[in-house]
């Protein structure tokens, strides 16, 4: 936590964030796994560039290009959950005990500690964009066991699909639809009467009596950041909106006001 007060502690002194954006961005991180920096990204308080720009100059950390730099010995370094956990994805090896580790906030001493201690090496902290990362973990890392462990299923269909992996019956359909399924459905996570929806750039918070949108509309320039009343009002203003929202992200905010969001209040 001590890195996470530190980045708020700079954007603050660098007049791109006010104490109160930063107490309420530590307050949606509660029970979460987002980092502070991609928080407030898709709060609209700050570019992904002024991000970069602050953390390159603080902790003095090059940005790589996760796609030229990758090399095929790191794409089994980390497991997809924990990469999209840190917002990080592992690109080289440096050599036999240091991995090469691009993250989207290199001062969080935290994530790279846990990491550490997971793989058991030495991490060499890069910087990159929350953008590049997501593209990066798409490409080159590849579903396993632990991510189907990992992911946000009930434990009723958890153990069924280990049961299945063990027996070795349909395994491969499941993995394909399981998969499939963590896509569509992106990270969701709940902590007091808050939950928070996160998936293809954009983030739904809802609590007992408003529900909020924040992040980056593919078709909109800037960051939306709105709150509403009731799921009703903010399917209005997504129909309005609807031309700047991509595709899939069309889909995944219907599937979760529509089927999600009424399914956890009855």
């Not at 709060?43 to 090399?71: A, W």
């Not at 095929?72 to 999209?84: D, T």
């Not at 069924?160 to 992106?186: D, H, M, P, R, W």
Request: glycine share 6%; proline share 3%.
């Amino acid at each position: 936590m001590a890195a996470t007060k530190q980045l708020g502690q700079v954007l603050i002194e660098k007049g791109l964030a006010t104490e109160e954006q930063i107490r309420e961005a530590l307050r949606i991180q509660v029970g979460g796994n987002r980092r502070l920096g991609y928080i407030l990204i898709l709060m609209g308080v700050l570019t992904s560039d002024q991000l970069q720009d602050v953390l390159s100059e603080h902790i003095n950390i090059p940005i790589v290009d996760i796609d030229k730099e990758f090399r095929n010995e790191a794409k089994s370094i980390l497991p997809r959950y924990l990469c999209s956990r840190y917002s990080v994805i592992p690109f080289a090896l440096e050599n036999s005990h240091v991995v090469k580790l691009a993250m989207l906030d290199p001062s969080d001493d935290e994530a790279i500690r846990d990491i550490e201690q997971y793989i058991g090496k030495a991490v060499k902290p890069f910087l990159a964009h929350q953008e590049k990362i997501n593209i990066g973990i798409m490409k080159h890392i590849p579903y396993g066991v632990k991510d189907l462990i990992n992911s946000p299923l009930s434990p009723t269909l958890i153990r069924i699909v280990g049961f299945a992996l063990i027996i070795g019956i349909c395994a491969t359909g499941y993995i394909s639809y399981t998969a499939y399924k963590i896509e569509k459905q992106g990270t969701i996570t709940t902590s007091a009467n808050v939950t928070t929806y996160k998936n293809h750039d954009l983030m739904l918070g809802v609590e007992d009596k408003s529900i909020s949108l924040m992040g980056h509309a593919a078709y909109a320039e800037g960051f939306y950041k709105v709150a509403f009343s009731n799921t009703q009002d903010l399917k209005s203003f997504i129909e309005r909106k609807r031309s700047s929202f991509s595709e899939k992200q069309y889909e995944w905010l219907t599937w979760a006001i529509d089927t999600d969001i009424p399914s956890r209040k009855r």
